[in-house]
């Protein structure tokens, strides 16, 4: 864009060069407003750029704003998924409180059509959770999500997908 306006000045420019030996008057005439039309281009390119890198600020501010509100849920998440002071002793035990911890979970963060929608599915759902918690092994997976369950506030009642997977992370590896 740049080279064209360059261009453009460069050829109107000889334009009033050769003019100048008819009419010196008309030739500063021509030459007055083509540096018009020039500073005009370049105020307009400015302000482009101007626009272009304000919308640019804006997209990065939200960008971190994005970032801080993930880096946020994650450390309340972490927060959440810590072992309770007493562990269960077997496995199985601690799988069924999972499941009912699950259950309570959902009942307390939920109401109206979502809350019937988990009571219907309830069955299906909590054999899944007690079959996941088992598939883990560890006592301590168990014992962090049942914690972080009965803890969570309602701010968090989107997150128990991320509180499972966080527990598994945290105490499920040897």
Known sequence: MKIKSLFAVVLLSSYGV??????????DAKRAAI?????????????????LAARKA???AE???EEEAKAA??????GLCVLPEKLPKKLAKACD??????????????T???????EKAKQTQLG????????????????CQMNAMNAAQEDMKKALPDIMRRCIEKFGSA
């Open 128 to 143: 899944m959770t007690k079959a996941q918690c088992t598939k883990t092994g560890k006592v301590e997976v168990a014992a």
């Open 18 to 27: 050769v003019a100048v030996g008819c009419n010196t008057a008309e030739a």
């Open 63 to 65: 960008k971190k704003k």
């Open 73 to 78: 849920y994650a450390v309340k998440v972490d």
């Open 58 to 60: 804006a997209r990065e």
């Open 35 to 51: 540096a018009a039309a020039v500073a005009k281009k370049a105020e307009e390119e400015k302000a482009l750029g101007e626009q």
């Open 112 to 118: 109206g059509a979502a809350l019937e929608k988990w």
């Open 97 to 110: 409180a999972v499941a009912d911890a699950n259950d309570k979970f959902m009942t307390r963060m939920y």
